[in-house]
């Protein structure tokens, strides 16, 4: 087991970041069990891809990011949603595709969005939200806002083309970008190393003309560092940066999938490195995670997942035509004139 | 001055849009400095400056993504594609995400993108020809509108700007009356100048799914749209000449939102229809005007209904052979004889 390493290039975080970068991972994790069992104990509607063993991802490049910076996620979502800040009610409210959800019900697990958190939106096609992203980015800088977009995805949006027409166009433009690529190994089921004959797709950076660096997924400190180096970079106008963060899923590609395609070994190998543990033990060691202080977290966020397991339970249902409002906007741009 | 070509009436109303609204701003191929392939954009890089006529990558994905990222935090984009068959490299991002963002938001997100691109066949053979309207019109969450006059041009890219919703305007080749510099391209604007209404400097909109009745008639109701309005209105002057038919020509400018009302009422006058689209016939929007007149109006059809459509193949290079596989005049007519007769349409 490896402790966190923040870069020496970076100051470390206050304590205050640090411990609030583990609450997240933690959230996240309960979140995704609580799901599982969910989806075990009752029916569930429709499916969803579980981000659990990837905490350290989400929770460290959320913690660099402000209120008002946008994200775009994938069909893995959820830790990312909650990473951002959308709520607990409305995402579980969302999984039971409840009107109370951050989508109403029309979206589920796989599209999640919450403009008023800068959570653009979720996307079920894979590398479907790096374009827009790529737009966001593209607006911060036209508006002069500051503001930074960044777009997570996984290794299997890398070999698509939205991945290089994206990273291309805003490398030419110095856009404030940053792709957080979450290598998980697997694209479902075929290994990476099957899909492309480049180890590091944070490699493929160079092509771009912008940094790309390989980041230890596992370790939530070494993804905040190499975040607000990005976010930093980003923001003084010098462009995007891809970071490649190496980190593994536990559970299978979607819903109850048992990974035929890895070994027990390899999972327990992730496993022994999981980045919860690692940054408890860190913690522990600055004093900074009392006796007793992993389970009281715990134990608040399970409270707070029943008030939301409680609160979606108790929501209506859409009414059945609701979609068809959604359609198009009636509204009229206020445009001038 | 009116404005009297449609690349002209988009260009100027862009312009104007630009300089009213700083959110606007356009982005595609070759859209700065050069202008734009049918030079719509022309001197707007001059006007604008780069950061607001943007040239981008030739990279469809991008371009679509790009526009709908600044469309959902605030910004008014309007992407250019250089032809609407290079679009196909975007359908992910525009009928995946653009179309269904609102929807799978709950309502939240709104994609205000405007995009615009050429259609239509001018001898550059099968990749550069097509009309593809029927693509975006079935994927809910679009508007699809196809401007065929300097007016509508102004009317409808005013009215795309206020929309909340992704639009698309897809413009005919031969109807923008432009030309490369240097170069000549094919126009069909002098063949059809006494039915190119220009666009006024003044405001106004041309609202989506409002159709146009172009010409009254009292024999026979021709739905056609783009250039096709065009060959219509001419082939009914000439066979109002000949005392042959009077036909009542409509065009309905967006083809989804659908204005069926006007359709079904000319039909309600006139008892016949028949619709002229330069698509493929099978599963076009020609298809769902002829579907939707046999819905709504089926009682007081005396004819079945007819389409004239592109034959169902990819167009041919050869110019007699692209002129073959197009709704040609002789083809509209054919058409109009079996309507006016009552007989069962020359199915392609």
Known sequence: MSNPTPNPAHPLPSDEVVVGIYRTMVTIREFEERLYNLFLTETMPGTMHQYTGEEAVAAGVCAALLPGDYITSTHRGHGHAIAKGVSLRSLMAEMFAKDS????????????????????????????????????????????????????????????????????????????????????????????????????????????????????????????????????????????????????????????????????????????????????????????????????????????????????????????????????????????? | MPYTTIAQALRETLREQM??????????????????????????????????????????????????????????????????????????????????????????????????????????????????EAWFAHAPGLKVAMPSTPYDARGLLRAALRERNPVILLEHKLLYGSASPGGKAASAVGEYAAWMTPAPEEDYVVPFGAASVRRQGRDLTVVATGLMVHRALRLAERLEQERVCSLEIIDPRSVYPLDSATICASVRKTHRCLVVVEETAFAGVGAEIAAQVSELAFDYLDAPVQRVAARHSPIPFNYACEAYTLPNEGRIEAAISAALAGRNGPWQ
């Open chain 2, 19 to 132: 300089q009213r609204d700083e959110r606007v701003f356009v982005l595609g191929q070759d859209v700065g400095k050069f202008g734009g392939a049918y030079r719509v954009t022309d001197g707007l890089y001059a006007e604008f400056g780069p950061a607001r006529v943007r040239d981008t990558a030739i990279s469809e994905i991008a371009i679509a993504g790009l526009a709908m990222g600044a469309a959902l935090t605030g910004l008014r984009p309007v992407a250019e594609f250089q032809f609407v068959d290079f679009m196909a490299n975007a359908m992910d991002q525009i009928c995946n995400h653009m179309a269904k963002f609102r929807v799978m938001s709950g309502g939240k997100l709104d994609v205000p993108v405007v995009m615009r691109a050429p259609y239509g066949a001018t001898g550059r053979a099968a990749q550069h020809s097509q009309s593809l």
């Open chain 1, 101 to 337: 959800g951050c989508c109403r019900g029309m979206g589920g697990s796989m599209h999640l969005s919450d403009p008023a958190m800068g959570m653009l939106g979720a996307t079920g096609i894979v590398g479907g939200g790096i374009p827009i992203a790529t737009g966001a980015a593209l607006s911060a800088l036209m508006r002069g806002s500051g503001q930074v977009a960044v777009s997570f995805f996984g290794d299997g949006a890398a070999n698509e083309g939205a991945f290089h027409e994206s990273l291309n166009q805003a490398g030419a433009w110095k856009l404030p970008a940053i792709y957080v690529c979450e290598n998980n190994l697997y694209g479902f089921s075929v290994p990476f190393s099957a899909a492309s004959a480049v180890p590091d797709i944070a490699a493929r950076a160079a092509g771009y003309g912008f940094p790309g660096v390989v980041v230890d997924g596992m370790d939530a400190l070494a993804v905040y560092s190499a975040a607000a180096s990005a976010v930093a970079r980003a923001r003084r106008g010098d462009g995007p940066t891809l970071l490649e963060c190496k980190t593994y899923r536990y559970r299978g590609h979607s819903r109850f999938e048992k990974p035929t395609y890895r070994t027990d070994d390899e999972v327990a190998a992730w496993q022994e490195r999981d980045a919860i543990r690692c940054m408890e033990t860190y913690l522990t060691e600055r004093g900074l995670l009392p006796t007793g202080e992993p389970e009281r977290v715990a134990a608040e966020v399970r409270v707070a997942l029943d008030d939301a397991v409680a609160f979606a339970r108790s929501s209506p249902e859409p009414a059945e035509d609701a979609a068809l409002q959604y359609v198009y906007s009636d509204e009229s741009d206020p445009l001038s004139a």
